[in-house]
């Protein structure tokens, strides 16, 4: 099967090495990413962050094969200290970025601005939601300073135990005439053998083994040796190249053995609250909670992080008639 949106932008093309045993996807944002980061002024470094993580996400979440959530979320001590990227399946993204504006603005100063170092230390959450009658599944990775990439590569090696390599890039285009919009790719590819033996990993450090104990080693498969090796000769400017589809950039690195792509998903900018949603997650909190809420003109008002749409409710409408 072949995409039917060739090289389109917003959009994740699954494909499959069958001589190498490896599967994987390649994103390619434009639109949907800009439309992600129009609804709040961020500085242009917030900005490569955002795209980071909007890509990560867009890779991990559209795997999923149910209706569901999947939510990425950053809690670091770097000048952008949370990031949440909402993924609702089968295309739907939307995110938003906490950040300490002054602490960025000397990182821009100081060279010192790259998404790794404005994320810094922390943990990184991955969470998948099902819904109401299905518990949440949510694995933890620490954030060390090296990025979503290495943290990625950490959380399959601990939690999934799947060989995985992720790379991630984001770029700004200048418009003729002043202005600028926002591009960002994404690639993962995954060691799926049918024998699992092959793609057994080391053990991780116990970090209390005695002195002069080795540590566990195993001996790569060759197959996932050479597709490693293909992956890491990706560079940032063909992943955010719109000349070049997904398509071409897999026989770039592939022809030799061959890959399959699959029909795109598509990804769209949108997001999920509405004015329903809102009332449903006031009517959670106790009366008094509700009562507190209530703002000089008798009014309770709920802004959207993700979006920055506002949702305005008479105190009757959120506590009744009778408590209001």
Known sequence: MHS????????????????????????????????????????PAVKRVIGEAVVLTCLLGSSLKFEGRFILQTQTDGPVDMVVVDFVTPDKIRAYARFDAERVAEAEKGNAATPSELIGRGHLAMTIDQGLSVNRYQGVVALDGTGLEEAAHEYFRQSEQIPTRVRLAVGEEMQAGGGSSWRAGGFLVQFLPEDGGRSAQADLHPGDAPEGVDAHQ????????????????????????????????????????????????????????????????????????????????????????FCGRSYGFAAEEILGHADS
């Open 218 to 305: 195993v001996e790569e498969d060759d197959a996932w040796t050479e597709a490693q090796a293909l992956a890491a000769t990706l560079e940032d400017v063909e992943l955010v190249d719109k000349t070049l589809t997904s398509e071409q950039l897999l026989f770039r690195l592939f022809h030799e053995r061959g890959a399959r792509v699959f029909d795109a998903q598509k990804v769209v900018a949108q997001c999920s609250c509405s004015r329903e949603r809102v009332q449903g997650v006031l009517a959670s909190f106790s009366k008094e909670e509700r009562r507190d809420m209530i703002q000089d003109d008798g009014r309770i008002t709920v802004n959207c992080e």
């Open 4 to 43: 039917p949106l060739p090289g389109a932008d917003d959009c994740v093309v699954p494909f499959h090495v069958e001589p190498l045993d490896v599967r994987g996807r390649v994103v390619r944002l434009g639109a949907s990413l800009d439309a992600v980061l129009a609804h709040h002024d961020y500085p």
